[in-house]
């Protein structure tokens, strides 16, 4: 049965944040963090992804990368020069075929397009790079995230024209440290209190940092029935708190095993130890068929039965 983010009771998912990592930046987005946070059976797979200037597509966090003693923006590089600098890499497409049949692709959008390309959003980087995610796994597999609002409206225009019935949320949280008081105070309002962000982006999918979900964020998205993403959640605290099911729909992490253990902690004190977690629409029916004998039990005006 397909997970829908709408539909309450279910267990909150666990993403992999750049790709399970841990607190080992040099594992981020490399073939050992990848195949870790398989291994531990995470939902999604958080991978941010660059444009090389030659077009390709990397999976790389940080903007800018070491090259011959000099820090180089990674979208100035070509290809070679840049997997020269960065040998622990992997291309974006090779990390989708892993993920088939196996994960699902939390596409966290390290970049951006030309201007003028937003008015032909099916020309946008955004767009180039969701399109190939879309050629290697379904629709329902696949999430797409950033932090510019331009970036969530090319790919959900694009989405729509299409027929791709996909979540791509805006993020909520960007730093703010090199910005005027007045910038800052401005960002974090709108972050708070994003109704007007969300409408003009068409986001459908809120994607919150944990601080900012809590301040405003999570209410928002519960109030318009809108799928939550919450990140990036590590402390023990926090995973029991943001994992406990309806308080949202999906939460990253940097050690995602250790939100899978403490996600099932929920299902036992829920359910009953020991008892495998199950949707009320997964559980077995009665099987005893009906009779012409069997009359309505009578239910008072509280949900009691009535005596």
Request: proline share 8%.
């Amino acid at each position: 049965m397909p997970i829908s983010p709408r539909l309450p009771g279910r267990p909150v998912l666990v993403s992999a944040h750049r790709c399970g990592a841990g607190d080992d930046r040099s594992l981020e987005n490399t073939r050992p963090a990848l195949d870790g946070a398989l291994a531990a059976g995470v939902d999604f797979v958080e991978v941010d992804v660059r444009r090389c200037a030659d077009g390709t597509l990397v999976c790389f966090h940080d903007a800018h990368v070491g090259v011959e003693g000099r820090r180089r923006p990674l979208e100035s590089l070509d290809y070679p020069t840049f997997a020269a600098a960065a040998p622990q890499h992997l291309l974006f497409e090779d990390v989708l075929r892993a993920l088939a049949g196996r994960a699902r692709a939390h596409v966290d959008l390290k970049l951006t397009s030309p201007e003028a390309l937003y008015a032909r959003p099916e020309e946008t980087h955004e767009v180039a790079a969701t399109r190939l995610a879309l050629a290697h796994l379904p629709a329902a597999d696949v999430i797409v995230t950033t932090l510019v609002d331009e970036s969530v409206r090319a790919v959900r225009d694009w989405a729509d024209a299409e027929g791709h019935d996909i979540l791509v949320g805006l993020s909520l949280g960007r730093p703010v440290d090199e910005l005027p008081w007045w910038g800052q105070l401005t960002t974090r309002l709108s972050e708070i209190r994003p109704a007007r962000r969300v409408a003009r982006s068409r986001a459908n999918l809120v994607v919150a940092q944990h601080a900012i979900a809590r301040l405003g964020a999570a209410s928002f998205a519960r109030h318009h029935g809108i799928p939550l993403l919450v990140w990036t959640v590590d402390t023990e605290r926090g995973l029991r708190y943001w994992l406990r099911p309806g308080r949202a729909w999906l939460v990253t992490s940097n050690h995602p095993a250790r939100a899978l253990d403490l996600r099932a902690s929920h299902r036992g004190g829920r359910f009953g130890l020991g008892t495998p977690w199950r949707h009320p629409e997964e559980r077995p029916r009665p099987t005893r068929p009906r009779t012409a004998g069997d009359r309505p039990v009578p239910v008072g005006r509280r949900g009691r039965i009535a005596s």
